[in-house]
């Protein structure tokens, strides 16, 4: 007797036995070959990768050596600098305010930051009135005309920027000073008109400040970075921590600039504000608390942090009708929302995913993402900035290969 080739073949027992919420662990293992052979190639040291699917940690393991030397290996517990994966933990405390009742999105910011009342917007026909006000919502979603200063199209922007040190990238400034100077320097766009990847949430940083009268340092911790038990999680590395401190090859081009500008040995508080969009240190365990709590919407551990509706919201695109794309750190196929970059579509994008996925990226080579309707979220943690966007496309293109069922 013949098989019917319609019926299909159920698996065997041998391959249920291989399935962890839905990955196959011989796929899974895949991963870790792919990142061994990055780090063979030298484009970064190690790396530190978690996968959590409905509620279970499926994957979580170190690779290589903490170190540039490759004379420590890396541990799970290894403290990366999250640079811009500092914004999101930002935008929802900022978030969280808004449910309190604190102020609104569309509140200008003018209302907290009066060294920003004068400001102007650049133009080929000379320097023009803001046509509305900036507000906390363009904050939130990168469309108040700020930049970042290396990347400014405009060379006069760029140029005062690096003078006077908005970004603190060669030496301390405190958060009244570096206010005053960039209310000196015209917008790049108008407000609401342009998505463009900017300072803004270390703006907003400087905001809240004001609104609650206490350090960005208090307020995460006490709406974020305590409750959500994120132990490791913070501005600088004490002495005591300097040994679990993850670094980048010594052939990357960008370190050496980059260390520069990242002068987190010692306590920056009272020193030069802290910057809401890049400041914070942590491990891949605390960064995976706060994913779990946006991906369960808003709560972890019988504790509500945002509502849920809030949360859907954020990971909304907030970016219809602007110019701008987010291209350069996502790939194609991304909006905006409010603290994180939103997939618009199964199609034109690099990597797989689902519709409504949100994300994002540090420049030192960290970079995580929220699959809500997939339940799973995920993070890969390296220090290799230079070959960040590979390892970070890499990483996500294997971990959906693993997800069979």
């Not at 409905?54 to 541990?75: L, R, S, W």
């Not at 960039?182 to 790049?188: M, V």
């Not at 990242?262 to 365990?285: D, E, F, K, S, W």
Request: with cysteine; net charge neutral.
């Amino acid at each position: 007797m013949t098989s019917n080739s319609s019926t299909p073949v159920r698996p065997g027992p041998e391959y249920e036995a291989h399935l962890r919420q839905g990955f196959s662990q011989p796929r899974l293992d895949r991963l870790g070959l792919a990142i061994e052979e990055q780090i063979a190639a030298g484009l970064f040291p190690g790396a530190v990768t978690m996968v959590m699917r409905n509620d279970e940690c499926v994957h979580f393991e170190a690779y290589g050596h903490q170190n540039a030397a490759g004379t420590i290996p890396m541990v799970k517990d290894s403290i990366f600098r999250l640079a811009s994966m500092t914004k999101p933990l930002v935008t929802v405390a900022a978030m969280m305010l808004v449910e309190r009742g604190r102020f609104n999105l569309y509140d200008p910011i003018t209302n907290w930051l009066p060294e920003l009342k004068d400001l102007k917007v650049e133009t080929p026909q000379g320097d023009v009135p803001l046509i509305r006000p900036i507000t906390v919502q363009d904050l939130m979603r990168h469309s108040a005309g700020f930049v970042h200063g290396d990347r400014a199209q405009s060379p006069r922007i760029r140029k005062l920027y690096d003078e006077l040190q908005i970004e603190a990238n060669k030496q301390d400034i405190l958060g009244d000073q570096m206010l005053k100077n960039l209310g000196t320097i015209p917008l790049a766009s108008q407000p609401g008109a342009h998505w463009e990847y900017s300072i803004a949430v270390d703006v907003l940083g400087l905001l809240l400040e004001r609104v609650e009268n206490k350090t960005l340092e208090e307020i995460l911790n006490e709406l974020l970075i305590k409750p959500l038990g994120m132990k490791d999680t913070t501005w600088w590395v004490e002495p005591e921590r300097i040994s679990r401190l993850a670094e980048a090859p010594d052939s990357d081009p960008l370190k050496a600039k980059m260390l520069i500008a990242y002068r987190q040995t010692t306590n920056p508080v009272g020193r030069t504000y802290l910057r809401g969009g890049a400041g914070l240190l942590g491990t891949a365990a605390d960064y995976m608390r706060f994913l779990q709590m946006m991906l369960r919407g808003g709560e972890l551990e019988g504790r509500r942090y945002l509502s849920r509706r809030t949360v859907e919201f954020m990971c909304s695109e907030h970016t219809i009708g602007m110019t701008g794309s987010t291209h350069a750190n996502t790939g194609p196929g991304y909006g905006f929302g409010l603290g994180f970059a939103v997939r618009l579509n199964q199609g034109m994008c690099w990597v797989p995913g689902s519709a409504g996925e949100s994300l994002w990226s540090g420049i030192w080579g960290t970079s995580f993402w929220l699959d809500f309707k997939e339940n799973l979220t995920a993070l890969i943690l390296t220090q290799g900035p230079t070959h960040k966007i590979q390892s970070r496309m890499l990483y996500k293109t294997l971990v959906y290969s693993a997800l069979v069922k």
